[in-house]
């Protein structure tokens, strides 16, 4: 195949993947890190792996909460929606538990995270009992939208921010990435189907992105402080360098979500998750490692059990 030939076989494969409409697939993936895995795990841009273990640090109480503010009005939605929905919360459910054995050993390596731990653990249990239901299903749905933003700016930048990664910990960040672009729809849909105000959707996501940036600012000073990279410039250049573009891209898509008659599915998806997830195996529970070298995902097998 000429060099010609493949271009073009690849801007193809990725004009299917992004004209492909999303279904929610369940993946049992499992990840083992190596005994010295170290927290630092992107060496190139060492500040992002302190922002990106910030937001996994919120995952094993944020995504259970989505779970439960979506999973109480299941029963009152019909069959296909249904269906969707407990595909979405299957997603989600194996999201934080890989989250949760990641951030163990966070705990390990940073004294503090236990602390702030428990600081999430305590606003998201508030959340869920102290607003209405309604309104935690509304948070789940915007919540969605920066997941997915999320998604589409790491996407961009995955050469920049994984490069040299450790596989391990690069995969399971991109499947996790992968997936919420997959289930983009789903909470909202369930939102406008039993609710849909607006009031409630602009509240929460303004909320959400309040909690989202205070966590996270939280961690990283942690993690910096920690690591002796807090008072180095170059760590706030590259931090606000992400940030900025990063801010953007979460709140164009947030006011696009929240106006006329938008739904997730006008947005564009990066056809890179598509094309990678495809490569799951369903009879080992098996993706391709992140293959930071060639900073696309190897197509050899990697066993990630
Ligand atoms: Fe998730
Ligand atoms: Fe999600």
Same mark, same amino acid.
């Given at each position: 195949m000429t060099d010609l030939t493949q271009h073009a076989a690849v801007q193809s494969a990725d004009a299917d993947a992004a004209n492909m409409s999303s279904q929610i697939v369940d993946r049992r993936v499992s990840f083992s890190y190596a005994e010295d895995f170290e927290a630092i795990w992107t060496p190139l841009a060492p500040e992002f792996s302190c922002a990106a273990n910030s937001v996994s640090l919120l995952m094993p109480y944020i995504e259970p909460y989505f779970v439960k503010s979506v999973r109480r009005f299941v029963p009152q939605l019909d069959d296909q929606l249904a269906e969707t929905s407990h595909a979405y919360l299957k997603q989600e459910l194996q999201h934080h538990l890989a989250?949760?054995?990641?951030?163990?050993?966070?705990?390990?390596?940073?004294?503090?995270?236990?602390?702030?731990?428990?600081?999430?653990?305590?606003?998201?249990?508030?959340?869920?009992?102290?607003?209405?239901?309604?309104?935690?299903?509304?948070?789940?749905?915007?919540?969605?939208?920066? *997941?997915? %933003?999320?998604?589409? &700016?790491?996407?961009?930048?995955?050469? +920049?921010?994984?490069?040299? /990664?450790?596989? $391990? *910990?690069? %995969?399971?960040?991109? &499947?996790?990435?992968?997936?919420?672009? +997959?289930?983009?729809?789903? /909470?909202?849909? $369930?939102?406008?189907?039993?609710?849909?105000?607006?009031?409630?959707?602009?509240?929460?996501?303004?909320?959400?992105?309040?909690?989202?940036?205070?966590?996270?600012?939280?961690?990283?000073?942690?993690?910096?402080?920690?690591?002796?990279?807090?008072?180095?410039?170059?760590?706030?250049?590259?931090?606000?360098?992400?940030?900025?573009?990063?801010?953007?891209e979460v709140l164009t898509n947030l006011v696009v979500s929240a106006t006329g008659n938008h739904h997730p599915t006008d947005f564009a998806d990066p056809s890179f998750y598509e094309l990678w997830l495809r490569e799951y195996d369903h009879e080992t529970g098996t993706l391709p490692l992140w293959d930071a070298a060639a900073t696309a995902p190897s197509h050899s097998i990697s066993e990630l059990r």
């Open positions: 989250h949760r054995e990641f951030n163990d050993q966070m705990a390990d390596h940073y004294r503090g995270v236990s602390r702030l731990e428990r600081m999430m653990r305590n606003t998201i249990n508030w959340l869920h009992t102290k607003r209405s239901p309604k309104f935690n299903l509304a948070f789940a749905a915007s919540s969605e939208t920066i *997941a997915y %933003s999320a998604a589409r &700016w790491a996407a961009e930048r995955r050469t +920049e921010l994984f490069g040299q /990664a450790d596989p $391990v *910990a690069a %995969s399971m960040f991109l &499947w996790h990435l992968g997936e919420e672009v +997959e289930h983009k729809s789903a /909470a909202f849909d $369930v939102f406008k189907a039993v609710d849909g105000s607006k009031l409630r959707y602009v509240t929460s996501m303004i909320l959400s992105m309040i909690l989202l940036m205070f966590f996270v600012a939280c961690g990283t000073t942690l993690m910096l402080w920690h690591e002796r990279r807090l008072f180095n410039p170059v760590a706030h250049v590259r931090l606000w360098r992400w940030a900025i573009p990063f801010a953007f």
